[in-house]
């Protein structure tokens, strides 16, 4: 059984940091690209940042030089830096999974809620 349990998540004021992590078990975590990609109110599911299975990330232009994706194969975890964060940062953040099969799994979501 596949499973993708994000956690960190919680409310913090602007200007503040905040690290999540992704734990996957059931799949060759190695062999997947990984991803967070969050959804704000009734906003549409965006992506935040990936990681390819070489490490090389991407990251949304409103995200640079703020937030930093990271993976450690050895735990099966990704992790999302978030720093600086701001009011539009707020958003169920969610984990995500990209085989090379072209197969996709989803975690259950973190809220991040930023706030003064």
């Known amino acids: 059984q596949v499973q993708l349990v994000e956690s960190g998540g919680g409310l913090v004021q602007p200007g503040g940091s905040l690290r999540l992590s992704c734990a996957a078990s059931g799949i060759m975590f190695s062999f997947n690209t990984m991803g967070w990609y969050r959804q704000g109110p009734g906003k549409e599911r965006e992506l935040v940042a990936s990681?390819?299975?070489?490490?090389?990330?991407t990251y949304a232009n409103s995200v640079k030089g703020r937030f930093t994706i990271n993976r450690d194969n050895a735990k099966n975890t990704v992790y999302l830096q978030l720093n600086s964060l701001k009011s539009e940062d707020t958003a169920v953040y969610y984990c995500?999974?990209?085989?090379?099969?072209?197969?996709?799994?989803w975690g259950q979501g973190t809220q991040v809620t930023v706030s003064s």
């Open positions: 990681i390819t299975i070489g490490s090389s990330p």
């Open positions: 995500n999974a990209y085989s090379m099969a072209g197969i996709i799994y």
